[in-house]
C-alpha cells in the first residue's frame, strides 16, 4: 500500500536546519523542565504507600479526607479518584518503618462509616528500595543506549551509530520534558515506555539507514542529501502507515485503558510521533552534518568488492588444481 505515490525525491534536507533548530529547542526546553522543575515521582521511585479503593457508588472524597486527617499512618496523603468516580487512590509518603500496623486494616477501620467499600490494592515501597529501582532505571536506559551504538556500529558504519543514538537522546529528552510538564507520575510502567520507544524509534531509523545504505550505490549523485531524500521518500509511506497503525492503538489504551496505563499510553504516544519525526528529520541530516563522504564510502565498497573477486577467483583455482 503506497500512501504516497513516488514521483521524484521529496526534497527534505533542503529543511534540515529548521528541523534542527526546532528539535535542539524542543530539547533544550525539555532538560529545564527536568532541572527546574523536575519528576513527579511516584511510589515506585520515592517510596511510601498507596491504596485503592472502589465504593458501591460515588466514592465521598471530602468524607474520606476528613476520616483520615487526623491518622499518623496517613498524614499529608492525597486522595483522588482512580480512573472512574466509584474509586479511589490513598497517596501517602510514609516509610516502612513508620507502619506499625497493617496499613489495608488501618484504611478498613478509618474509612468504615464513609459507606460499603473494598480495598482492592495495598502497595508499599522502602525510600531505600525507591533509591536503588531509581539509579537501576537510569542504568537500564544508559546500557540500552550504549548497545544500539555498538549494533550500529557493526551492523553499518561509526556515523551511523552516532547519528542514530543521538536521535534516540532526542527522543527520550522530549518524551521526559512532556512527562515533567504534564505532571505524569513516574514508576516503573514510565520506565517499561520510555525503553520502548528505544525500540520504536531505533527500528524506524534502522529502516531509513538501511535504504541510505542502498542508495549509496544504487543512487547516481554525488550528493548525500540527494541520496537522503530518494531513500527517505522511497521509505515515507512505510513509515507513516506503520507509524500511524501503532498511534491508533496507543491511542484507544490511552483514552479507553483506564488510569492505570494512563502515564505509559501517554508516554508512548509522545515517543511515536517524536521517534517517527526523529527517524526522518533528525538523524539523517545528522549524517550530513558529519562530514559523512559519499565517495570514499562507494571507493571502500568498490576495494571490499575487489578483495572479495580476487579471493574467488584464488579459490575456484585452487579448486581446479592450478594453484
Same mark, same amino acid.
Given at each position: ?7 521524484? !525525491?521529496?526534497? =527534505? ?7 534542527? /533548530?526546532?528539535?535542539?529547542?524542543? &530539547?533544550? #526546553? ?22 485503592? &479503593? ?12 476528613? #476520616? ?30 513508620? *507502619? ?21 490494592? &495495598?502497595?508499599?515501597?522502602? !525510600? ?34 552516532? #547519528? ?26 514510565? =520506565? ?9 524509534? *531505533?527500528?524506524? /531509523? ?15 549523485? !554525488?550528493? =548525500? ?14 513509515? /507513516?502507515?506503520?507509524?500511524?497503525? /501503532? ?61 572479495? #573477486? ?14
Amino acid at each position: 500500500m503506497e500512501l504516497f505515490k513516488y514521483k521524484k !525525491p521529496i526534497p =527534505l534536507m533542503a529543511k534540515a536546519k529548521l528541523f534542527f /533548530t526546532v528539535s535542539v529547542i524542543a &530539547v533544550l #526546553a525539555s532538560w529545564a523542565l527536568i532541572m527546574f522543575k523536575g519528576f513527579n515521582y511516584g511510589i515506585d521511585f520515592a517510596g511510601g504507600t498507596l491504596v485503592q &479503593v472502589k465504593y458501591e457508588g460515588k466514592a465521598p472524597l471530602p468524607k474520606v479526607r476528613e #476520616a483520615i486527617k487526623h491518622s499518623k499512618v496517613f498524614e499529608g496523603a492525597s486522595v483522588n479518584y482512580f480512573g472512574s468516580e466509584d474509586e479511589i487512590i490513598i497517596k501517602v509518603r510514609t516509610s516502612s518503618k513508620q *507502619l506499625g500496623t497493617d496499613i489495608g486494616d488501618e484504611a478498613r477501620q478509618l474509612l468504615k462509616n464513609t459507606g460499603k467499600f473494598e480495598v482492592r490494592r &495495598v502497595d508499599m515501597v522502602g !525510600p531505600k528500595v525507591g533509591n536503588e529501582l531509581r539509579e537501576k532505571g537510569l542504568m537500564a536506559l544508559v546500557l540500552s543506549i550504549a548497545g544500539i551504538l555498538l549494533y550500529v556500529s557493526f551492523r553499518f558504519e561509526w556515523r551511523f551509530a552516532v #547519528a542514530s543514538v543521538m536521535a534516540l537522546v532526542h527522543d527520550v529528552s522530549i518524551a521526559m520534558g512532556a512527562i515533567v510538564l504534564f505532571n505524569v507520575e513516574v514508576n516503573l510502567d514510565i =520506565l517499561a515506555a520510555l525503553l520502548t520507544i528505544l525500540g520504536y524509534s *531505533l527500528n524506524d /531509523t534502522i529502516i531509513v539507514f538501511d535504504r541510505i545504505r542502498e542508495g549509496l550505490t544504487s543512487v547516481r549523485s !554525488p550528493k =548525500l542529501a540527494d541520496i537522503i531524500d530518494e531513500s527517505v521518500t522511497r521509505t515515507l509511506s512505510r513509515t /507513516t502507515l506503520t507509524s500511524l497503525t /501503532t498511534f491508533f492503538v496507543v491511542l484507544t489504551l490511552f483514552l479507553m485503558g483506564g488510569e492505570i496505563i494512563h502515564g505509559f499510553s501517554f508516554t508512548l504516544l509522545v515517543g511515536i510521533v517524536v521517534g517517527t519525526y526523529s527517524s526522518i528529520f533528525i538523524a539523517s541530516p545528522l549524517l550530513m552534518m558529519m562530514g559523512f563522504d559519499v565517495q570514499k564510502y562507494r571507493q571502500k565498497l568498490a576495494e571490499k568488492k575487489k578483495r572479495e #573477486a580476487e579471493k574467488e577467483k584464488l579459490r575456484a583455482m585452487y579448486e581446479q588444481g592450478t594453484v
